[in-house]
Nanobody
Framework: VQLQASGGGLVQPGDSLTLSCAAS??????????LGWFRQAPGKKREGVAI????????YHLESVKGRFTISLDNAKNTVYLQMNSLKPEDTAVYYC????????????????WGEGTQVTVSS
C-alpha cells in the first residue's frame, strides 16, 4: 500500500486546513482497510488523531480534536481527508496518514503502512 499525504502548511490559530492522503495498492483487500491520521509533535510520541474504516465508514476521533477535526473518505478516489478547523498551537505536528487492518484501533501500533508526513504549524 502506498500513501501520499499533502496539504500541510503554516496557519494562524483559528484557521482551517485540509489534509489529503491518496492510497493506492494492487491488493484488492485495500477496500477493507482502515485509514487513519496520526501526528507527532517535537519530543512527543506519535498519537492517533482519527481513523475511518473503508468498508463501513465507521470513524473515531481523538477526544481533543472532536468537534474541530473531521475525517472523511472518497472511496472512488481512494483518498482520505482530515478537515481541521479552529486550529490551535497545540495542533502543531507532523501529520501522517496510515493504513491498517479492518478493525485497527486509532493507535500507531495497529497500522501497517505509513505515508510520509506533512508539517502543520499553527502559530501567530
Amino acid at each position: 500500500v502506498q500513501l501520499q499525504a499533502s496539504g500541510g502548511g503554516l496557519v494562524q490559530p483559528g484557521d482551517s486546513l485540509t489534509l489529503s492522503c491518496a492510497a493506492s495498492s494492487s491488493d484488492p483487500t485495500l477496500n477493507y482497510h482502515a485509514l487513519g491520521w496520526f501526528r507527532q509533535a517535537p519530543g512527543k510520541k506519535r498519537e492517533g488523531v482519527a481513523i475511518i474504516r473503508k468498508w463501513d465508514g465507521h470513524t473515531y476521533h481523538l477526544e481533543s480534536v472532536k468537534g474541530r477535526f473531521t475525517i472523511s473518505l472518497d472511496n472512488a478516489k481512494n483518498t482520505v481527508y482530515l478537515q481541521m478547523n479552529s486550529l490551535k498551537p497545540e495542533d502543531t505536528a507532523v501529520y501522517y496518514c496510515a493504513a491498517g487492518p479492518p478493525l485497527a484501533r486509532c493507535h500507531p501500533n495497529d497500522m501497517n503502512f505509513w505515508g510520509e508526513g506533512t508539517q502543520v504549524t499553527v502559530s501567530s
